[in-house]
């Protein structure tokens, strides 16, 4: 047993630890002498051989006792001197410094200092467009990197491939080389333009269809052209109303396609009336009509609202003419008389836009097509004097200019014609207000409408106004490119139905050109919103000894109401109003302003103290401001007579609209303070699902309340204009309505140019991140001017003359002009699966400032058309845009841009 206890421990024994003690001693003295007579190389080797020997606890050991025995410095140089260290760092080049960037967050914040990146801009001419604030840094640098990122960098090699070198010697037979070269290149593209024209033979136009409409249009135009005159005008007339027929007819069964306009809600009973029964019932019962525009937001809900008896026609109010429109009416009518006629259309208080192209005001009224209808649209109405009269649904009682068209209106058909005074604020809202010339027991709606339906339409116009503006402004592009490739089939089909494909071929600038006319044509006759005046029209003034005289008197006053009743009903109008409009910011303090404060009170805080105070601070102090402006008018109404002012309240209103400016300043830090607390606060999310849309805040979100106060001012100037047209120019309160007017009017200018600014900011926005490797766009005074899509060319020769130039298309370009640089980028086109619109995406490629540009113009010839360079600083654009119109729009705004920016 004892020799088992020590036969592993003849060097190390365990079991007697004094021994075990003594032997380890000697052992650690013998290795100790022998590491001092080693050399240092070796007792490298014996340490390494050591340390691969232990474990993780003993080197954790010998880690903790090394610091003991040699102090280790951890402090970076760069956080203690940091004055020494940038002296340091400036000697670095900008590569040396991004390397430095990356090594620490003290060496990162160093490195981007701007008096180390300032210099190196400077150097080269580059120059910060903005003045960085106190708490920024990096902003040279950031500046740097994106001028580096745009130069246009050639090695010396590729430079002297592109520009050539100087002193190159030139050889003796250079002038024969060129005149072969020149030779060479015109053969080649003799070649190019008859195999083209070969390939043409081959294939079909674009615009031919094959379809049997092709050939009835073809036997048409051919019969139209072998008559005469007079044939063609009458064969004219048959095809527009064999139109107007088939397109009336198949109405209800359009399908809702792109392009087209479906109404479902038009049946039989809209056209022919519905307790039409026979002849005799016709002529003694005298029903009524309403016209109504498509033009109107959500027609459909208004003739849904129409009430049984009351014949109802919608017309499309674009594409459609005034003739048209007169057999749309008789068609519906089929000979009866009318009692009363309603045309429901939009407009203003000056004129009427009844159809595209016609505004018909005080202007254009007696042009002799618009009076041509109005005297058959007063025909259709019974008399007078057998209570006929004629609903116009648009606010021409409101202003001087619209009392006038009613006026010649009544004297062009011998009919009575009403329309709204249009005190009642909001969309629409003018129609259930007072009405001009009312001689019938009931308000014209209530005879043609359900008052609670149109009720309800006229409360979501609003919406549907702010609606159709995006869409149409988003659509406007699709349909002018609609609108240009339906002219040129058109024209395309007319010289395929007529002429050989030989003549085809030589004639396509002019098909081109016939093309772009139609389009222009069309386009003008759309945009005809006011007429010339024609001279004889001036003629039509009625002297006192004229015979309708005292009948434009008669009819005039049978217009116009008192001015001190209708001067109160303004005035009442404003008080309800006013009243509404205290209400609507009362529910955004009861709703949603106290009740997050008393939660804040009760320690249960939904949101915090300063965000509270961030969206609903200045909300409640106009709120206060209002409840003021309301108890003074409600005092003033309450003793109200003719001889009583409000101006003078408007007035002091109008001086205390600092309130207004600070709400509208801090307006989008509030709607962003909304949605950031809705993303990070669940308890404010669930908060506004609660209170957001329900019948309290009547159906509207805490957002779409807050957008009141910007609305309200543009009813208060409609309601001082029209105060101020009721009140006569020797009443005491009519200074002081014009200076309200006038002080009311610019706080609105101020709104407007408010919203424009935010409008700019929010393109600039979306135009940075549409483009891919679009620099930083919002800076101060910056807006965008025109974008134009343009084709970058190439010449592949550019030392034969322009006349001989070939260019070839390389990529097409967008052009993006602001005032003080012009932003170039790529744009391509990517098409979703089963989706028939097309998405662009942009590059972005270069920017240039405005007064480092250079443009020059280049003349058309055989094989370019409108066609321009740009030249920048460092590089070189050849573009040419599709339309000769698009290029002297596009050169002229860029010029006076270009104009602007070196004034500056």
């Known amino acids: 047993m004892e020799s ?14 004094s021994l075990n003690r003594q032997l380890f001693l000697e052992r650690v003295a013998l290795i100790s002498h022998w590491f001092d007579l080693w050399t240092n190389k070796q007792r490298q080797e014996f340490l390494f051989t050591i340390f691969l020997r232990c474990t993780k606890s003993q080197l954790r ?12 410095a951890k402090v970076d140089f760069s956080t203690v001197l940091r004055f020494i260290s940038l002296y340091i760092f400036s000697f670095l080049n900008p590569k040396d410094l991004c390397a430095a960037a990356q090594v620490s967050w003290p060496w990162k914040f160093l490195t981007e200092q701007d008096c180390l990146w300032m210099p190196k801009c400077i150097k080269f001419g580059w120059f910060l467009p903005y003045t960085p604030t106190d708490h ?16 246009d960098w050639l090695t010396p090699r590729e430079a002297a491939a592109i520009y050539g070198t100087l002193n190159e010697p030139k050889t003796a037979d250079e002038e024969l080389l060129e005149r072969q070269r020149e030779k060479c290149l015109r053969k080649i593209i003799w070649e190019k333009i008859a195999l083209r024209k070969k390939e043409l033979f081959r294939v079909r136009p674009p615009w031919v269809s094959g379809t049997c409409c092709s050939r009835l249009l073809k036997s048409k135009c051919q019969a139209c052209l072998s008559r005469t005159v007079r044939d063609r005008v009458g064969l004219h007339e048959a095809l527009e109303k064999q139109l107007v027929l088939a397109s009336l007819e198949a109405l209800p069964k359009r399908n809702n396609v792109s392009g087209s306009h479906s109404y479902p809600l038009l049946s039989k009973k809209n056209w022919r009336g519905v307790n039409k029964n026979d002849d005799s019932s016709s002529c ?22 129409v009430k049984a008896g009351v014949i109802s026609v919608v017309y499309e109010h674009s594409g459609i003419t005034l003739e048209s429109l007169l057999y749309l009416i008789e068609k519906a009518l089929d000979g009866q008389k009318l009692q009363s006629m309603g045309i429901f259309s939009n407009g203003d208080s000056r004129e009427i836009n009844l159809v ?6 005080i202007k254009n009224l007696l042009r002799p097509e618009v009076r041509d209808f109005w005297e058959k649209l007063g025909s259709y109405v019974a008399p007078e004097e057998e209570g006929g009269h004629v609903d116009l649904f648009v606010p021409l009682g409101a202003s001087e200019a619209g009392i006038e068209v009613l006026s010649q209106l009544s004297q062009l058909t011998g009919t009575l014609f009403t329309a709204p005074t249009g005190i009642a604020t909001g969309s629409y809202q003018h129609i259930l207000s007072d009405w001009l010339g009312q001689q019938q027991e009931r308000a014209p709606p209530s005879i043609y409408f359900s008052e609670s339906k149109l009720q309800t339409w006229s409360s979501l116009t609003d919406f549907l106004e702010d609606t159709l503006k995006s869409v149409r402004k988003q659509l406007s592009p699709l349909f002018e490119g609609l609108q240009k490739t339906i002219s040129g089939r058109i024209i395309g089909q007319f010289m395929f139905d007529t002429m050989s494909m030989t003549n085809i071929l030589n004639n396509q600038e002019i098909a081109q050109v016939l093309a772009e006319g139609l389009m222009v044509l069309s386009k003008e006759n759309s945009e005809r919103n006011v007429l010339e005046d024609n001279p004889q029209d001036k003629k039509s003034s009625l002297s006192k000894n004229d015979p309708n005289f005292e009948m434009l008197v008669q009819l005039e006053r049978k217009l116009q109401m008192d001015s001190a009743t209708k001067r109160t009903r303004v005035v009442r109008e404003l008080l309800q109003s006013e009243r509404k409009y205290v209400q609507m910011l009362e529910v955004v303090r009861d709703v949603y302003a106290a009740p997050l404060k008393a939660a804040l009170s009760s320690n249960r805080a939904i949101l915090s103290a300063a965000n509270t105070q961030i969206i609903f601070s200045d909300i409640l102090q106009i709120l206060s401001l209002n409840r003021q402006f309301l108890d003074n008018l409600r005092n003033r109404l309450q003793d109200w007579g003719p001889a009583h002012c409000v101006g003078e309240i408007f007035i002091k209103f109008g001086s ?16 962003k303070t909304i949605e950031k607390c809705k993303e990070m606060i669940p308890a404010f999310r669930a908060f506004l699902k609660r209170h957001d849309k329900t019948p309290v805040t009547k159906m509207l979100s805490l957002q779409e309340l807050l957008l009141y106060p910007s609305r309200r001012f543009e009813e208060y100037v409609n309601l001082l204009y029209a105060l101020r047209l009721h009140t006569p120019a020797e009443h005491v309160d009519r200074e002081d309505l014009t200076t309200a007017v006038d002080q009311i009017k610019k706080y609105k200018g101020y709104i407007d140019q408010m919203k424009q600014n935010i409008g700019m900011k929010d393109q600039l926005s979306d135009i940075q991140r ?18 134009q899509d343009v084709a970058q060319l190439h010449c592949c020769d550019e030392e034969i003359s322009f006349s001989l130039r070939f260019y070839e298309h390389t990529r097409d370009l967008s052009l993006f002009l602001f005032n003080d640089a012009l932003l170039v980028s790529s744009r391509g086109t990517s098409h979703t699966p089963f989706e028939r619109t097309s998405k662009s995406t942009y590059q972005f490629i270069a920017s240039v400032a405005l007064h480092r540009l250079l443009i020059e113009d280049i003349p058309d010839s055989k094989y370019i058309k409108n066609a321009f360079t740009l030249q920048g600083p460092k590089r070189q654009w050849t573009c040419a845009t599709e339309v000769e119109d698009d290029k002297f729009l596009w050169l002229s705004a860029l010029q006076n841009a270009i104009r602007a920016a070196m004034q500056k």
């Open 284 to 305: 003694a019962f005298q029903p009524h009509f309403i016209l109504i525009s498509s033009r109107i937001p959500a027609y459909e809900m208004v003739v849904n609202s």
């Open 136 to 151: 920024e840094y990096g902003a040279w640098k950031h500046h740097y990197l994106a001028c580096v990122s745009n130069l």
């Open 61 to 72: 050991f010998v880690q903790d006792r090394f610091p003991e025995r040699m102090q280790v």
């Open 356 to 361: 595209q192209g016609y505004n018909i005001g």
């Open 4 to 17: 088992f206890h020590t036969r592993f421990s003849a060097w190390t024994p365990f079991n007697n630890k």
């Open 770 to 787: 549409i483009i891919r490797g679009c620099p930083t766009l919002s800076e101060v005074n910056r807006y965008l001017i025109r974008i």
């Open 656 to 671: 205390q609209l600092n309130i207004y400016t600070n709400f509208f300043n801090n307006y989008p830090v509030v709607l």
